[in-house]
């Protein structure tokens, strides 16, 4: 059974750091497409980075240059690794599995919704001003 659980959130002000990490079961973070994703209320559900099982990166526009995502193979963990948090990083987010490796930069139905990627329960990142 497929198994992800994130770790790392928590209250920071704004120009902080962060450093999430999902531990996984069930699969190897170098044999899947591991990525993290992040919503808030009321809004859509936004790639922050993903990284292919060759290990190439991609992330979001509103991150870049502030997040490093990363994996430790051995210990079959996905970091992502935020700096100069602001407070619209406010956010509930989420890691992501998918075997097939098509992720978006949007999931419409929902973060921890969509049956085709398996989730992780999601942790709290709150950025005060």
């Known amino acids: 059974e497929v198994h992800l659980v994130e770790s790392g959130g928590g209250s920071v002000q704004a120009g902080g750091s962060l450093r999430l990490s999902c531990l996984t079961s069930?699969?190897?973070?170098?044999?899947?497409?591991m990525g993290w994703y992040r919503q808030a209320p009321g809004n859509e559900c936004e790639l922050v980075s993903n990284?292919?099982?060759?290990?190439?990166?991609v992330y979001g526009d509103s991150v870049k240059g502030r997040a490093t995502i990363s994996r430790d193979n051995a210990k079959n963990t996905v970091y992502l690794q935020m700096n100069s948090l602001q407070p619209e990083d406010t956010a509930v987010y989420y890691c992501?599995?998918?075997?097939?490796?098509?992720?978006?930069?949007?999931?419409?139905?929902?973060?921890?919704?969509?049956?085709?990627?398996?989730w992780g329960q999601g942790t709290q990142v709150n950025v005060s001003s």
């Open positions: 990284i292919r099982r060759d290990g190439t990166t």
């Open positions: 069930g699969l190897s973070v170098d044999a899947s497409h």
């Open positions: 992501a599995a998918d075997p097939v490796g098509y992720f978006s930069d949007y999931v419409l139905s929902g973060c921890g919704l969509d049956p085709e990627y398996y």
